[in-house]
């Protein structure tokens, strides 16, 4: 019986995990500069709604890692380029690679990063659909 290659949810959890460790990244960066800017009044409270953001992202990217292990998936090769991100990977024994444009990465950063604000997305409903909110994504990742 032949292994069954790399299936569109073991895809799907390598996207996320992409997504999610440049989300992580963006919000640690953005509480850094929100705290040393001098800017704010009262930087704490942005630093509380950011940071709340970063811990949202860090729980999933944990449960996507721990599903890794499940899955015996591995991303070991990680680029940027100015067309946008490429990663490299093994799963179960299959060596792959992934690119992702940077307009549709960009977009499903913004999404999820919506959500994980707490933020109401600023299209319509069909848009909601299209990229479920943190909580169905949590869901979907529960598989065994």
């Given at each position: 019986m032949a292994i069954q290659a790399v299936t569109?949810?073991?895809?799907?959890l390598i996207k996320s995990y992409l997504l999610?460790?440049?989300?992580?990244?963006?919000?640690?960066?953005d509480c850094r500069i929100i705290q040393e800017s001098g800017v704010f009044k009262t930087p704490q409270l942005y630093v509380e709604v950011v940071g709340n953001g970063a811990k949202r992202a860090a729980v999933l990217l944990r449960e996507v890692?721990?599903?890794f292990t499940k899955r015996a998936i591995k991303v070991y090769d990680i680029g940027q380029s100015h067309d946008g991100i490429q990663a490299r990977y093994a799963c179960r024994g299959y060596i792959g690679s992934m690119n992702i444009l940077w307009p549709s990465f960009r977009e499903e950063m913004m999404d999820r990063m919506r959500a994980y604000?707490?933020?109401?997305?600023?299209?319509?409903?069909?848009?909601?659909?299209a990229h479920p909110p943190a909580a169905a994504?949590?869901?979907?990742?529960?598989?065994?």
């Open positions: 569109t949810e073991e895809r799907a999610l460790m440049f989300i992580h990244k963006v919000f640690e960066r890692k721990q599903e604000l707490g933020l109401v997305p600023p299209e319509s409903e069909s848009s909601e659909q994504f949590r869901a979907s990742i529960a598989v065994p």
